[in-house]
């Protein structure tokens, strides 16, 4: 491989809460030539974050990636709030389908995914995408703690928000933003480059009981895993939406770092409602209208929302990268 070639790899952190779909879209970047993964940071959210460290380690080893170091991320809300939403009746109370894997003999590195997140953005300014597939408390924190963070990050690709739709959570929010509006509200107002994938679109993406059996008949190790937690997922559908396929939010999402032509986008300030029955409501402000009056609004960065997606071809490709091996 030329050097080119090689400098052209995209460095990219998934901040991550696994998770059945985080399964697939961390296996998809470790499939992507397009992605060098420089590391893990793990949230609450599927399960709590000590699981969801587990879960990364293991997922790796599973790979055959430990090399990649895994950060572990904060165990509370921005605000400190302890009583977390998880979602294990999604994903099971392994988040990885019930299927009582081994421990991994891997442990997180020594630091927090904040400082984590924040190193990296040091050591390469304006080369590192960070993809978000859980609540955005590690990326508040980062803030918080470095101020230049938000300049010095390349891009942060969010799995969250309902954008002109309903949520997922209840009919106003969607469980990423959900989990710490809080944290969201800080980061989609923070000044970064910010890619924000809503549901909205990762409904429309759909990977069907035809995908499912071709899982199933693979060789692929990654196919071979994935074809065993798939099922409690493909269970859930079904309960919650009458739908015999599954949503691919986290996998779509990551997508998104691969080939952002996969989706139009349009511009606007995005904030977030951090209480009362609303909370967790992903507001987007895409209108021209100056309004008269001085408020929260005014003078806030704007970020890019994803509006189409071309549903078929980030299908094809997720499976294409899932159903081969290294």
Request: with cysteine.
């Amino acid at each position: 491989m030329s050097m080119a070639a090689v400098t052209k790899k995209k460095k990219v952190i998934i901040d991550t809460d696994p998770g059945i779909d985080d399964a697939m879209a961390i296996f998809a970047a470790l499939r992507s030539p397009e992605l060098e993964v420089v590391g893990l940071t793990t949230i609450f959210g599927n399960v709590y974050t000590a699981l969801a460290t587990r879960n990364a380690l293991h997922l790796l080893e599973t790979a055959g990636r430990t090399d990649i170091p895994v950060a572990e991320g904060s165990h509370v809300t921005i605000k400190k709030a302890t009583k977390l939403r998880i979602a294990s009746f999604v994903h099971g109370s392994d988040g990885l389908g019930n299927q009582n894997f081994p421990p991994p003999a891997g442990k997180a590195v020594d630091q927090s995914a904040a400082a984590f997140l924040v190193e990296q953005a040091n050591l390469y300014p304006g080369q590192v995408t960070v993809v978000a597939l859980g609540p955005l408390t590690n990326l508040a924190l980062a803030v918080e703690l470095d101020p230049s963070f938000p300049k010095k990050i390349g891009q942060i690709i969010i799995l969250g928000g309902a954008y002109s739709v309903n949520g997922n959570v209840n009919p106003a929010a969607e469980a990423n933003v959900f989990g710490d509006p809080d944290a969201a509200d800080i980061v989609f107002t923070c000044g970064a480059d910010i890619l924000a994938i809503g549901i909205n679109i990762t409904h429309q993406v759909i990977l069907s009981d035809v995908d499912r059996k071709k899982l199933e008949q693979s060789d692929s190790k990654y196919a071979r895993y994935l074809s065993k937690i798939l099922g409690l997922y493909y269970d859930y559908h079904m309960d919650a939406y009458s739908t015999t396929g599954v949503y691919l939010h986290d996998p779509t999402t990551l997508l998104a770092a691969v080939d952002p032509s996969l989706m139009t986008y349009t511009e606007g300030v995005v904030r977030v409602q951090t209480d009362g029955i609303t909370k967790g409501l992903t507001v987007f402000d895409n209108t021209k209208k100056t309004y008269g009056e001085i408020t929260e609004w005014c003078g806030k960065p704007t970020v890019k929302v994803a509006v189409t997606v071309d549903a078929p071809a980030v299908v094809e490709l997720i499976m294409q990268r899932l159903l081969t091996d290294d």
